[in-house]
């Protein structure tokens, strides 16, 4: 239906317009110093079922994800800070693919991490097909990026978008789960169903 | 298959999300600085200013969507929410369409007519997707597939794809997702719902664990999203409190595995995703409850399903019973609406107005309150006869008088139950109730013919 007449149309369903005052979310946001953040990180995201990792420097991280791929084919689905450490890497490397056909792993990076949920939060720098399609992921998360809550993640979401386009923000807490057979938990159902974060300090 | 493995594994699922819902939502009391309570009344009052004035929303939303590359359309029902999105796909020339979970595309019948159309449509939510290999409608918003067990699914992946009987829910999802993932990469257009719409980036956002909702929304070159009009937020900073409530109230986890925030197609500089993005946005009588003033904060719900969980008559009866899309006591309230009262009269009285949907609903619907004003209407308007009155008088005469109350509260305490709940107490008199008339599950075909009947005629009337 044409917008003007469908809104026209509400507009003269409305009753007499009620002095409803605007009320906004709180902004106040749970006040964690930045340790209690990564502890809290650690402890919901394991919750999660996430497998989390806390490295001190690149080669450390290097060889982390050596031993988690342990051969495996991967894809780097869009690292920048991290690019570095996987061009390195001693693994199997594919090209961007749609198809996920004999990759392994997606290997991204986080923009966020939140503390309170466990989750990492991906922007659409990060290839959707190569976080998604592969039956694992890593995603590589600079502990710096880790703030308290939700409150404070889309408080950066907001003024990302404010300033740039991004066609999406993806919070990922832990692998992919249904509960749609009688309620048995089962993992990686049509994302990755085993996720490792790596936490650089 | 026998109705009470059914109705067993109903009230085993229902009961143990609902538990977990309890501790993750007294967990907001630490986590969250307004505390679970202080963030059900922020929620309820984001969305009230929101309804006060949804056209300019609406009309703010569409724009900063546009703005986004998104293209908005307005659908006013049923029939012109579905020829929107048959034209829109018409022209891509499309074969294979996945869907992730959308109520609103059950509430126009969209899939009937795009099969009508010649295309292959996948469910792609684990559970939609079992559904839909027989034939069934969800009987939960959030659980679609609670009434099945397991062994049905056993039964069926064993028929369909040679898996083995006795396989595990592992087992099952990995076959599930074999089957699907050529259908993902194949499809032309995916059909998503929303959970929000955010008025002032011009976002939706999806909130899912498995991940098909991602899947549709980033793989085909073409996505649609159909989204019921009372769905927006004002701010992308309201969105924690919303999100915040959804998932525990719905799953009882601190946050669902994704949630997309989308906004607009693909840009330039992105590696993947659609190049084309349209957002639906359906009234279809969802103006007429906005109009009512008693009725309107039914528009707040976020489908989050806890009212379901926790209500004992939906756990008894299923989801089946309402005969409907939208089940359970959040149902009884919206389909008399959606569907007219004359036709769905009966399900305000699926009710012992225990109040427990009352309780835990997250964004304060008085649930409670809406079924008797709906009883009432039915009432004024001669649509009940004197057997559904008696029946009232019934209730009420439990719930109000406190000696019966008390003497019905220390039957319910030695009462076999799941959880020695009390709410479970008015049990009985539903149980005379139904043997008094037809079965409320006796409805179900009816109503969903009706339902056909009136989207056909429309259909008709706008000459498809
Ligand atoms: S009525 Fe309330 S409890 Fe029920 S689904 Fe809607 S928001 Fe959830």
């Known amino acids: ?201 | 298959m026998a109705k009470a493995e059914k109705r067993g594994a109903v009230l085993r699922g229902t009961s143990m999300v609902d538990s977990r819902r309890k501790i993750a939502c007294a967990e907001l009391d630490t986590d969250d600085p307004a505390g679970y309570q202080g963030l059900r009344n922020i929620a309820a009052s984001i969305k009230d200013t929101v309804l006060a004035d949804l056209p300019t929303y609406l009309e703010t939303f569409a724009n900063n969507a546009e703005a986004a590359g998104a293209k908005v359309h307005f659908a006013s029902d049923a029939a012109d929410a579905r020829e929107t999105i048959q034209d829109i796909i018409r022209s891509k020339g499309a074969k294979v369409i996945v869907k992730s979970k959308s109520m609103v595309s059950e509430e126009i019948d969209l899939n009937a007519a795009l099969e009508l159309d010649g295309y292959r449509v996948i469910e792609t939510d684990l559970g939609e997707f079992i559904l839909q290999l027989e034939h069934e409608h969800p009987s939960h918003i959030v659980l679609p597939a609670v009434h099945k067990p397991k062994v049905e699914v056993e039964r069926m992946f064993n028929k369909l794809y040679k898996s083995p009987m006795g396989a595990s829910a592992d087992d099952l999802a990995q076959t599930a997702r074999r089957v699907i993932r050529q259908d993902f990469l194949d499809a032309e257009v995916g059909i998503s719902g929303g959970n929000f719409l955010v008025a002032d980036t011009g976002s939706i956002v999806i909130v899912e664990n498995e991940g098909n909702a991602r899947l549709t929304t980033s793989l085909p070159k073409c996505h649609i999203a159909i989204v019921g009009i009372e769905k927006i937020i004002p701010s992308i900073d309201d969105l924690p409190v919303f999100l915040n409530l959804l998932s525990r109230s719905a799953t009882g986890q601190r946050s669902t595995v994704f949630v997309s925030t989308i906004t607009g197609p693909k840009t330039l500089d992105e590696p993947d995703g659609p190049d084309e993005m349209h957002i639906v946005l359906v009234d279809n009588r969802r103006s007429t409850i906005l109009a009512d003033e008693k009725l309107r904060p039914i528009l707040r719900c976020i489908r989050c399903a806890a009212c379901v969980n926790t209500c004992p008559v939906y756990q008894q009866i299923g989801g089946h019973a309402y005969g409907w899309v939208y089940t359970g006591p959040i149902g009884a309230i919206l389909d008399p609406v959606l569907l007219g009262l004359e036709d769905a009269y009966h399900l305000p009285y699926a009710s012992s107005l225990c109040g427990a949907c009352t309780e835990v609903c997250p964004v304060k619907i008085p649930i409670d309150d809406i079924l008797v004003e709906h009883r009432r209407r039915a009432v004024n308007a001669s649509l009940t006869g004197p057997v559904e009155a008696m029946a009232m008088a019934s209730f009420a005469t439990v719930m109000v008088n406190h000696n019966l109350y008390e003497a019905a509260t220390r039957l319910a305490a030695v009462m076999p139950s799941s959880n020695g709940r009390m709410s479970r107490l008015p049990l009985p008199v539903i149980t005379d109730w139904q043997s008094s008339r037809d079965l409320p599950a006796m409805k179900g075909p009816r109503f969903r013919d009706i339902w056909k009947q009136r989207l056909a005629s429309a259909g008709a009337n706008n000459g498809s």
């Not at chain 1, 999406?168 to 992919?176: D, I, N, Q, Y």
């Open chain 1, 1 to 201: 239906m044409d917008r003007k007449k469908f809104l026209s149309q509400l507009r003269a369903q409305m009753p007499v317009q009620s002095t409803q005052t605007h009320s906004h979310a709180p902004r106040t946001q749970r006040a964690l110093s930045v340790d209690e953040c990564l502890d809290m990180f650690v402890s919901r995201a394991t919750a999660a079922l996430t497998h989390v990792h806390i490295c001190e420097s690149d080669d450390e991280v290097g060889s982390l994800i050596e031993n988690i791929i342990d051969g495996a084919s991967y894809v780097n689905t869009g690292c920048h800070q991290f690019a570095h450490i996987l061009t390195n890497l001693n693994g199997h490397s594919e090209q961007v693919l749609t198809e996920d056909k004999n990759v392994t792993f997606g290997i991204s990076e986080a923009r966020i991490g939140v503390a309170l949920t466990g989750t990492c939060v991906l922007d659409a720098s990060q290839h959707r097909g190569g976080t998604l399609l592969p039956p694992r992921h890593i995603i590589l998360l600079n502990a710096a990026d880790i703030v308290p809550d939700l409150y404070s993640a889309y408080g950066i979401v907001g003024q990302s978008l404010r300033a740039k386009r991004t066609s999406v923000f993806a919070f990922h807490t832990g692998p992919s789960r249904s509960a749609d057979i009688e309620q048995t938990m089962a993992l990686g159902v049509h994302g990755p169903g085993d996720v490792h974060v790596i936490v650089v300090a």
